[in-house]
């Protein structure tokens, strides 16, 4: 009997002292900057596949067809995305963004024009 309660009493404490499992960190949530840095896929009025890459440094490339279109920089200002294009007297253009960054299905509302709809890839 004393065996019996020894090897409990022994086991309880060795179960009050297992080692607990150790938490995941967790992930730094993104600036507004980091989450809207990426690449996006999306189609131009005539149709044609057009790519824009945001960098975190605030500048960004388009190409169309895989060929380099605009250049410039971009902003996050009063909650929409504004890009100025590197070309002589340009003026930014902003669009309101909609739809979820998580899975990467967005809408670009221009403040003149029609909506654009992009797939955020990276």
Same mark, same amino acid.
């Given at each position: 009997?004393?065996?019996?309660?020894?090897?409990?009493?022994?086991?309880?404490?060795?179960a009050c002292?297992?080692?607990?499992? =150790?938490?995941?960190?967790?992930?730094?949530?993104?600036?507004?900057?980091? +989450?809207? &840095?990426?690449? *996006?896929?999306? $189609? /131009?009025?005539?149709?044609?596949?057009?790519?824009?890459?945001?960098d975190i440094?605030?500048?960004?490339?388009?190409?169309t067809s895989?060929?380099?279109?605009?250049?410039?920089?971009?902003?996050? =200002?009063?909650?929409?995305?504004?890009?100025?294009?590197?070309?002589?007297? +340009?003026? &930014?253009?902003? *669009?309101?963004? $909609? /739809?979820?960054?998580?899975?990467?299905?967005?809408?670009?509302?221009?403040?003149?024009?029609?909506?654009?709809?992009?797939?955020?890839?990276?």
């Open positions: 009997m004393r065996n019996i309660l020894l090897i409990a009493a022994l086991a309880s404490l060795a002292s297992a080692a607990k499992p =150790t938490e995941a960190p967790t992930e730094k949530p993104k600036t507004p900057d980091e +989450a809207m &840095a990426g690449t *996006y896929e999306y $189609s /131009g009025p005539d149709g044609k596949k057009m790519m824009s890459v945001l440094n605030h500048t960004y490339t388009d190409t895989g060929v380099v279109s605009e250049t410039g920089t971009w902003a996050l =200002t009063d909650g929409k995305v504004c890009f100025t294009s590197s070309a002589a007297g +340009a003026s &930014a253009q902003c *669009y309101t963004m $909609s /739809g979820s960054q998580k899975d990467g299905n967005l809408t670009a509302t221009p403040d003149k024009g029609d909506p654009l709809k992009l797939d955020k890839v990276s």
